[in-house]
């Protein structure tokens, strides 16, 4: 919560949730990243919010941009960025669109797959690819499936393949998964890309780039590491399994760059017991799973939530959102300690809300507008 | 899959995934409810698919319209429908919205709690109430969870409340839980709102109304039984319950309705395997569960694939959407049968797509449009 956020809602004429995101927290978080990991080039990660502000400012500092399809291309560019610094990091591309972002200059391509170094080699002939390889995303909080990237073992193969068919095998990239705590989360997979290079540079294919990914977490109800124990346990790393050969490096950082600069505002809409016996309170906002919170889901992030009530006595509360569906339920399993004195019509604040919530808000279900954003 | 929806793909100039509504099937099930239930009155649930053309057709077949919101109030009116046709169903209202709803006409408002009551009775003063008790929802394949309804031994007293305010105790809801394929699911909650009738009676407040709610399934892997069956049960269970004195009763059909009426279309963007050794395949669609397939969370819908390649030999694939989400996984734990030789740049058919996909589509989640419907 900063003083700029506060003075906004303050004065903002009241329509519903929304969400507030201080460009200055995005400006300082940018510099933390480039403080911690001199060497290394920061690619935001545009999925994390779009907002074409928060492009502009990360453009204007020098930041490079990690997209995931054609539109996210597209905004970089609208917000100042040159191709050579943006990359097309989703691993499942249609093919017109890597013909598309090859037409927009990019250059620079992930991959985790043989099928999709073909598609890269057909329409973006020449470019550089880089192989994500598969990586166990213990210690972080939002789940990491095993959808994207391959094997290690694998990851040469695909390499060279794209090799064989014209493109520049440029190195591998991996993600620690989301909201990653343990700053030493780095290490294992780093050993597995010191492998590759290693097995890349025995078939003559010397290789440049580690991508580290993002997982750089945003400061939600516990603590997390600041970016300097990120960037020193990542250069230990870095030392320890490519000695004084050291690539270059790219990061991802979304939630780990606006996160923390986001704040929603939402309203308590209703307050109930479901019988006269059960003490348990469900607190139901005007924002839920479906307007924004969707990283609620099985309860993975937990917001800290303010109120004008703090320092009131608390009791745990289900949290809700306004849907007519029965799956908008934030925290169940473990409710949230909410004011007793907490009334309908009361203001709530969720906070570090700035990644990921403006667009995964569902277009209009059940006819509520998607999450309103501010970026100032 | 109807001739008219083939034939509308057959002509329709691609550009990414859709979804096809043919309005002679949403007809067809209108036409079935209303023959399987013929003292019931049909409140069609808007949010399963609110498209204007659905609601334009519904209209004119004379249902009337169970609304979440102001803006489902809105766009029933512009369907056509007067607001005697129209009951705010969501039990989780804003005070604001409530008075907007009761300007536009509306006068049946469900709630659940003493407090929901209080802002009903302030800003629509003298309309009508119905109650919503907790149902169990064992049957049904949408998760349930206690978010709406309360206690039934409670609901007299949110109804008596409700009276001493000047609001008409009008009756109960209930909802026995989405795609519910038990028949007799209504039952034992008919005898609860059977047991408050007789409560409310002796307090001397005679209700008139029970709202059978939605749960109606659509057909999608597994066969379900048909509307006849639906109505023979429900009425055997109002006889049995409430005698010669059968009270007005509503349904609220949403994926019953509009389900089986719609299909999407997508495109395999990738098939890949993780390792040489790793027999599963993934199959990556332009399509997940952040563009329209939310129902596929933790793989509770499970819809009918169809390809042009059905009839050749399949194999287990998990099946996953386009985004650089890891929790975009539509079906893992489970994975899909699918041909073997399914090639990428195939289409494939989404069955029973109709209900509860574009409005529960991101706005612009990794910069993917949200799903574009046709009505056809």
Redesign the interface.
Known sequence: MTDRIREFLRNRREDGPCVVVDLDVVRANYAAFARALPDTRVFY???AN?APEVLGVLAELGSCFD??????IE?ALAAGATPDRISF???????RDIARAFELGVRLFAV?????VE?VARAAPGARIFCRI?CD?AGAE??????????P??AA?VLEHGHRLGLAAYGVSFHVG?QQKNVEAWDGALASAAAIFEECALRGLPLSLVNLGGGFPAKYLQDVPAAEAYGEAIFRALSRHFGNHLPETIIEPGRGMVGAAGMIEA?V????????D?AMR?V?L?IGK?GGL?ET?DEAIRYPIRTERDGDAVEPCVL?G????????MY?KDPVLLPVSLA??DKVLIEATGAYT?????????????LRSYVI
Chains 1, 2 share one sequence.
Do not use: H, Q
């Open positions: 990660a545009v999925k779009p997209t995931a399809s054609v539109a996210e905004m990091g989703n691993t499942i591309k249609k093919e985790d797959a043989k099928a999709e598609k598969l995303g939002w789940p990491l499936s095993r959808k994207f990237g391959c094997d073992d694998m193969d989301s309203e809409v209703l307050i109930s017991t479901k019988s006269d059960d469900w139901y005007d479906f969707a889901m809700a306004p849907t007519c569906d029965s799956a908008d339920v169940e309908i019509g403006t667009t995964y808000s569902a277009v209009a279900f059940n006819g509520f507008d998607p």
